[in-house]
């Protein structure tokens, strides 16, 4: 039974990246380079970030109640600052390589800032998911029984649900981010920033799993919607994508901006 737990919860958690991955990405190098590269900006946010919640534990000691609670709430609003930081230093980073590109090969066409930013937001989300549920998952193998306390027994399975949206958040979160930065538009980043903080401050309230996965989804198909039609995406293609009368695909046929 463990062993169904953790197969089914992974492929909850990790499936759909994993599928994003092997049908969009793997098939190109330079795609790998760039995820791989963001999944490593989105470590460097982590490291940075728990350097802060280290002094932040060691200035505020043992002290029990309220201290603690403030220290926590400033621990996620400062990883989410920093995290968003990081986006925004790899979305300077990639605009540097994808010019140098442009200069080393003029006859060759460089990758769009839209296909980088869906790169990115994967990197980032896939790293993101297996940082905050890995030691969840190998838990569910046991030994124990989840709930046999009184606590919920869906417990893996809500986790698992969890990572997913934060995963594909964190790509559209990098749609929109992206995008932002292209022209300039500071409510767009801000309400990535916001979105963030809020979907963050949510897993305060996990034992109510049915309102901080409802909201989370919510958020979710908000951002998905946004993140879209930024992309280039249309209701003529989504319809024409739905009826498999679309040769085009979205993410293979972007052109330079």
Known sequence: M??????GCACIAFGPALALYIFTIATEPLRIIFLIVGAFFWLLSLLLSSLVWFVARSIAGDNDGPVQKYLLIFGVLVSVLIQEMFRFAYYRLLKKANEGLKIMNPDEEAPSMRLLAYVSGL??????????????????????????????????????????????????WGIVFFDG????????????????????????????????????????VFMGVWAFFVAGGSCRSLKLCLLCQDKDFLLFNQHSR
Request: contains cysteine; glycine residues 8%; hydrophobic residues 50%.
């Open 2 to 7: 463990t062993a169904a737990v953790f197969l």
């Open 123 to 172: 990197g980032f989300g896939i790293m993101s998911g297996v940082f905050s549920f890995v030691n969840t998952l190998s838990d569910s193998l046991g030994p124990g029984t989840v709930g046999i306390h009184g606590d919920s027994p869906h417990f893996f399975l809500n986790s698992a649900f969890m990572t997913l949206v934060i995963i594909l958040l964190h790509v559209f």
């Open 181 to 220: 930065c292209e022209r300039n538009n500071r409510y767009a980043l801000l309400v990535v920033l916001l979105t963030h903080l809020l979907v963050s401050a949510l897993t305060f309230i996990s034992p109510h799993y049915g309102i901080s996965l409802l909201s989370a989804y919510t958020i979710m």
